[in-house]
């Protein structure tokens, strides 16, 4: 996963964005599976080899500076900290990774917390979607995780699954897909 600091891209560019990095690491022994975009960053999902990694950040960084880049793999976390994980990577925009982080949670839990974090993760992946500029698809799936988390109430970790309902229903009741903190 790479990310270049988004110096004024918005969702539309995804699409663009993806055939210039394709691009420009055309012939590396790269592949450029996705691009997402938020406010902040331009989300890459690559597949390079260790020993090309440089020279495809360098050639990157025609399109943005680079903020960070890190190798995706699943990890094993204590409940606690991937929720914290999860929120943190909520709040920094980076839904694609939430949504991965909180999955090893969910696959842990039982019955009504099982639905909650299903919820959140529907959530976070909408707005993957909506990062990808698929609006009709982030509002179905924020759709989908209101069935999931309408019944639940309170605090959730540091989850206030109130407002968090509060907010997809607002998003869906408009058709203006914005981003928040939880």
Not at 81 to 110: M, P, Q, S
Not at 118 to 134: D, M, P, S, T, W
Not at 143 to 168: P, T
Request: hydrophobic share 35%.
């Amino acid at each position: 996963m790479i990310h270049l600091k988004n110096s004024g891209y918005l969702p539309k560019d995804a699409k663009k964005l993806l055939s210039q990095a394709d691009k420009l690491v055309s012939g590396m022994h790269a592949v450029v599976r996705d691009t997402r975009v938020s406010s902040r960053y331009l989300e890459f999902d690559i597949s390079v080899s260790k020993e090309h990694l440089d020279l495809l950040l360098k050639k990157l960084e025609t399109i943005g500076p680079l903020d960070n880049s890190r190798h995706i793999i699943e990890e094993e976390m204590e409940k606690e900290e991937a929720i914290e994980k999860g929120i943190h990577y909520f709040n920094d925009e980076r839904f694609w990774e939430c949504h991965e982080t909180l999955e090893g949670v969910w696959k842990k839990t039982y019955e009504g917390e099982k639905d909650l974090i299903q919820g959140i993760i529907l959530v976070a992946a909408a707005f993957v979607h909506y990062q990808k500029n698929e609006n009709e698809i982030c509002l179905s799936i924020l759709k989908r995780a209101m069935e999931k988390i309408g019944s639940s109430s309170g605090k959730y970790y540091k989850i206030d699954v109130d407002i968090l309902r509060n907010k997809v229903s607002e998003i869906i009741h408009s058709g203006t897909i914005m981003t928040f903190r939880i």
